[in-house]
């Protein structure tokens, strides 16, 4: 079993992309993790069975801080992979189920997960401000972002085949001078292809400087 994060970032800078529904990019890459370090860039398309991911998201704007912008939503939609899969989700729940969205938001509120194959989304409904601030180590412009945990790293991935998502991120932006905002929604349609065997155990990349 390996450990990983999933960074996501958005700008509130960013423009539309007409390639993208017209949304701005949510910039995404993984690390693969020993411990706390990220030692290696993960990559989705070499998974397997009971490695764990944590999502997080960084505000990349420039000059923002913990003050001012708010995380509304965030939906994970799972469609039917490219591959002869009877499931459209890596995850183990065909219901619903109460997870966390972690000790590092303001606003750890109880999040609904609904990841089968019916209802493959995971509503977070208004994380709200952040008052944490960490770097990244996939988005190395600045030495620390704000941060939210998305999920925490407490989903074993647990169907293989290869799985086509799309993540909406919907944020809240800080109020101009006549006290109005503006809230804008980030997309992006990555993959991931989950194998049975192989990998390697958190223990057996302490010390190491690459992946599996």
């Not at 997080?56 to 913990?66: M, V």
């Amino acid at each position: 079993m390996a450990t990983y994060i999933w960074d996501l970032g958005f700008d509130f800078n960013a423009s539309p992309d007409p390639q993208n529904s017209n949304l701005p990019d949510l910039q995404n890459n993984m690390a693969l993790m020993a411990g706390d370090v990220g030692i290696d860039v993960g990559n989705p398309q070499d998974l397997f069975l009971n490695d764990t991911i944590s999502f997080n998201a960084f505000n990349l704007t420039s000059g923002a801080s913990t003050q001012g912008y708010s995380i509304m939503s965030c939906t994970f939609i799972f469609n039917q992979g490219a591959t002869n899969n009877p499931s459209n989700t890596p995850y183990p729940f065909d219901q619903s189920v109460a997870i966390f969205a972690g000790g590092d938001n303001s606003a750890a509120l109880p999040v609904t997960a609904a990841i089968g194959q019916n209802s493959a989304t995971i509503p977070i409904p208004e994380l709200g401000q952040t008052t944490y601030e960490s770097p990244s180590f996939i988005f190395t412009s600045s030495p620390e972002f704000p941060r939210w945990v998305i999920i925490p790293t407490h989903l074993p991935l647990a169907t293989t085949g290869k799985f086509s998502f799309t993540i909406l991120l919907t944020v809240q932006g800080p109020p101009d001078s006549s006290g109005n905002t503006t809230t804008m929604v980030f997309r992006v349609d990555p993959e991931m292809v989950v194998s049975s065997v192989g990998g390697m155990d958190d223990d057996d990349l302490q010390g190491t400087e690459g992946g599996k």
